[in-house]
């Protein structure tokens, strides 16, 4: 099976830290991007940021410029996105996707809780 397994969720206070990892498994192809979403209560999903299989772009929301930075280390299947100067309008559950062929593959979730 192809699955994203996310983690590193938390609760911090505004201006805190957090990492978040993807462990991807399953997948038939050696390069394929991966992004981060998320979605608040009552909120639309929303796009985070993405990177290609080699790192070598990325790309952010408006909203996470200058805060979040999304890598990845393709010897571990994993990706990262890490958030710094963490917001209360960060809080969200946190997803990773990425697509095999025509299919989307999208991780559990991990919940983000970030107080004033």
């Known amino acids: 099976d192809v699955q994203l397994q996310a983690s590193g969720g938390g609760s911090v206070q505004a201006g805190g830290s957090l990492r978040l990892s993807c462990v991807a498994s399953?997948?038939?192809?050696?390069?394929?991007?991966v992004g981060w979403f998320r979605q608040a209560p009552g909120k639309e999903r929303e796009f985070v940021a993405a990177?290609?299989?080699?790192?070598?772009?990325?790309y952010y929301a408006e909203s996470v410029k200058g805060r979040f930075t999304i890598s990845r280390d393709n010897a571990k299947s994993t990706t990262y996105l890490q958030m710094d100067s963490l917001k209360p309008e960060d809080t969200a559950v946190y997803y990773c996707?990425?697509?095999?062929?025509?299919?989307?593959?999208r991780g559990q979730g991990t919940q983000v809780t970030v107080s004033s």
């Open positions: 996707e990425t697509t095999v062929g025509s299919t989307l593959i």
């Open positions: 399953g997948i038939p192809s050696d390069s394929y991007a």
């Open positions: 990177v290609t299989w080699s790192g070598g772009k990325s």
